[in-house]
């Protein structure tokens, strides 16, 4: 029979190689022909487009194309794994559950004496064992690997949990079903060499006994599985394919405000685990493209090694996701970092992010800054002083294209609108859509170089 399959396909083999020779003998066919037919196909599958030349352009993790030579693959992310991630049962859930299936096993009929003991012991050893290892190598198998996640959630995993942890509680769990997988193969193979009725009962219970005590020794590791789940499960589902407006600044210059008014509807709070102030995020349309708009952690002017878990989420959403980035500069005095600090820290992401991600510059509480035109409090005139006044104009002319706003008064909310819109229109082609999204290419390292191991 392998023989004569063999032969089959050797033959058509054959018919194809010398068709192919007949078309290349009467001009219909050429290696080019048959590289660009390969090439599209290929792009077709990658959801790439094929070149006359036989290269094929894929998308970059800022949504940009570039071609590719013929062959050379790109990794291709789907967002959403955490909401993915199995529901993992407690430890002792599993293994009560597992014995009592078990135990309801019985012997195959028409079998006697020891015969039927030595079948029935092997069987319910093969269930014990079978229904502890099914479930561990399903919940490893729904971890994926830190490689494998989008970017952004790779950073989200980086800074909510670390790299490290994960992958160790995963190979734990798949070390542990391993384990009593040799235990329980090793009993019922016994059993089944065993002579009398006694025997073959004694070694089951020897065999049960064994999985569960190696269980239960290792049934932590489970139990951390589960909360790594939940707490991944948690996080909040950042929109990976949909155009993001990010207000970033220093702390408490009035990017929620910002949000807020910029939001055809009420703004939701999405809350992470390692922080405990609540990120605001709010949807608007603009030719009938949905774009979501989100203040960001406030960050400090420090080297970016010396940054927390939290600012380190803004550096992420701007580096991963579809971002076009409103800086946020407030000259009222009232944030609690002075203008020459947020001066350099918007130099320092301007330098990193304005090349790729489009860019506007917003001076908020306009209205309680008497050079942006704000008609101060009598009693509070007094308190600006001549060199804050100075350092106010400077900043204006250091960035001459800012829009002045007030959210609370309304001042410059229509204008930051219409520019926001004309901006994101002309920057549409270098946002991700929702296929080109998920493309992109990671260095050898494959974790982001700006987050430490925690």
């Known amino acids: ?7 089959t396909t050797w033959r058509r083999s054959g018919e194809r190689r010398r068709r192919e020779g007949w078309l290349a003998a009467s001009g219909r066919w050429s290696s080019t022909t048959a590289t660009l037919a390969t090439s599209a196909a290929s792009a077709r599958a990658s959801g790439g487009e094929a070149n006359d030349d036989g290269r094929t352009n894929v998308y970059d993790a800022d949504g ?23 529901n993992v049962s407690p430890a002792e859930q599993l293994i009560v559950s597992a014995v009592k299936r078990a135990g309801r096993v019985t012997a195959t009929k028409g079998l006697k004496d020891a015969a039927r003991e030595r079948n029935k012991s092997a069987k319910q050893l093969d269930a014990l064992t079978t229904g502890v290892c099914k479930p ?7 971890f994926p690997a830190p490689e494998r996640l989008h970017p952004f959630e790779r ?6 949990l670390s790299d490290k942890k994960y992958r160790m509680t995963i190979e734990a769990v798949d070390s542990m079903r391993k384990g009593i997988l040799g235990i329980g193969k090793g009993y019922a193979s016994q059993v089944t060499k065993t002579t009398g009725i006694k025997d073959a009962e004694e070694m089951r219970e020897k065999g049960f006994a064994e999985v569960e005590s190696y269980y239960r020794r290792h049934a932590r590791y489970v139990d951390d599985l589960k909360s790594i789940a939940q707490l991944l499960r948690r996080l909040p589902v950042a929109e990976l394919e949909t155009p993001t407006v990010a207000l970033v600044g220093a702390p408490n210059v009035g990017k929620s405000s910002l949000v807020r008014v910029l939001s055809s509807g009420t703004p939701e709070v999405c809350n992470y685990p ?4 609540g990120i605001k995020m709010g949807h608007f349309q603009i030719a009938d493209q949905r774009h979501v708009v989100t203040d960001t952690p406030g960050l400090i002017n420090r080297a970016a090694d010396e940054r927390n878990q939290i600012e380190l989420l803004t550096i992420a959403t701007l580096e991963h996701l579809p971002t076009c980035v409103i800086f946020v500069t407030d000259l009222s005095g009232l944030s609690g970092t002075s203008v020459k600090d947020q001066l350099e820290l918007r130099e320092e992401l301007y330098n990193q992010f304005a090349g790729r991600r489009p ?26 002083l001549e060199e804050e006044l100075e350092e106010a104009k400077s900043a204006m002319e250091r960035i001459p294209g800012a829009t002045q706003t007030s959210a609370d008064e309304g001042w410059g909310i229509d204008e930051l609108k219409d520019r926001l819109a004309q901006l994101l229109k002309e920057h549409k082609r270098t946002l991700p859509t929702a296929r080109s999204a998920t493309r992109c290419e990671r260095s050898e390292e494959d974790k982001p170089a700006y987050i430490q191991m925690l």
């Open 359 to 384: 860019w506007i510059d917003v001076f908020s509480k306009a209205a309680l800054v008497p050079v942006l035109g704000g008609e101060t409090d009598p009693d509070m005139a007094s308190l600006w």
């Open 136 to 142: 561990l190598k399903e919940y490893v198998k729904g």
């Open 155 to 160: 950073a989200l995993l980086e800074l909510t």
């Open 274 to 277: 390692f922080t405990t102030k």
């Open 64 to 86: 940009g194309s570039e071609t590719k030579p013929l062959g050379e693959k790109k990794r291709v992310y789907r967002p959403g794994a955490f909401g993915r991630l199995p």
């Open 1 to 7: 029979m392998l023989r004569m399959a063999t032969t």
